[in-house]
T-cell receptor, first 112, second 111 residues
Framework: ETGVTQTPRHLVMGMTNKKSLKCEQH?????MYWYKQSAKKPLELMFV???????ENNSVPSRFSPECPNSSHLFLHLHTLQPEDSALYLC???????????FGPGTRLTVL | GQQVMQIPQYQHVQEGEDFTTYCNSS?????IQWYKQRPGGHPVFLIQ?????EVKKQKRLTFQFGEAKKNSSLHITATQTTDVGTYFC???????????FGTGTLLAVQP
């Protein structure tokens, strides 16, 4: 499946680094999402963009900063992360807000 | 806050045995979605249920939405090794309109 792509697939960063995760959807969808998946925890919805407008920010720390320049692209800018932020970060899109989610392969992030 | 719990957390079955995972919400849901995540993969959409008491089938998989729209189940008949993975439910609550994922059930199938 190549409907939703994410880069990089793996990322190792130090706590003082700044990095960005990229997501692109080729499905013509209007909504895009960032999720965090940690071991033994349910999927956590972080941010939602609907028609490029941010509609949800689920109490995510400010060291995570999303950006949605258009309906096809979504970024997650990372700075001064903590080791507990290590997780799989999944991007998803849907045709309609909160409808069926199409997930990308994820970025496995390790914070040292 | 709204919670969606799944049981069991983990199930190990012999190939050919049946498997069921249950999803329970603390609030009434407008709809429920089911996803499967293979080991090392990402969640893939399986199905959505909207109506009270709705039952849908996909080959060996049977999905059910409770009458009160607060619980759901996924039943797999005669499991195969290809069924291995984590099954998530995701409920959308009508009042808050949030999409909340369940804790997931990891299914292991021994050949």
């Amino acid at each position: 499946e190549t409907g939703v792509t994410q880069t990089p697939r793996h990322l190792v960063m130090g706590m003082t680094n700044k990095k960005s995760l990229k997501c692109e959807q080729h499905l013509g969808h209007n909504a895009m999402y960032w999720y965090k998946q940690s071991a033994k925890k349910p999927l956590e919805l972080m941010f939602v963009y609907n028609f490029k407008e941010q509609t949800e920010n689920n109490s995510v720390p400010s060291r995570f900063s999303p950006e949605c320049p258009n309906s096809s692209h979504l970024f997650l800018h990372l700075h001064t992360l903590q080791p507990e932020d290590s997780a799989l970060y999944l991007c998803a899109s849907s045709q309609v807000y909160l409808d069926t989610q199409y997930f990308g392969p994820g970025t496995r992030l390790t914070v040292l | 806050g709204q919670q969606v719990m799944q049981i069991p957390q983990y199930q190990h079955v012999q190939e050919g045995e049946d498997f069921t995972t249950y999803c329970n919400s603390s609030t009434t849901l407008s709809n429920i979605q089911w996803y499967k995540q293979r080991p090392g993969g990402h969640p893939v959409f399986l199905i959505q249920l909207v109506k009270s008491g709705e039952v849908k089938k996909q080959k060996r998989l049977t999905f059910q939405f409770g009458e009160a729209k607060k619980n759901s189940s996924l039943h797999i008949t005669a499991t195969q090794t290809t069924d291995v993975g984590t099954y998530f439910c995701a409920g959308q609550a009508g009042a808050t309109n949030k999409l909340i994922f369940g804790t997931g059930t990891l299914l292991a199938v021994q050949p």
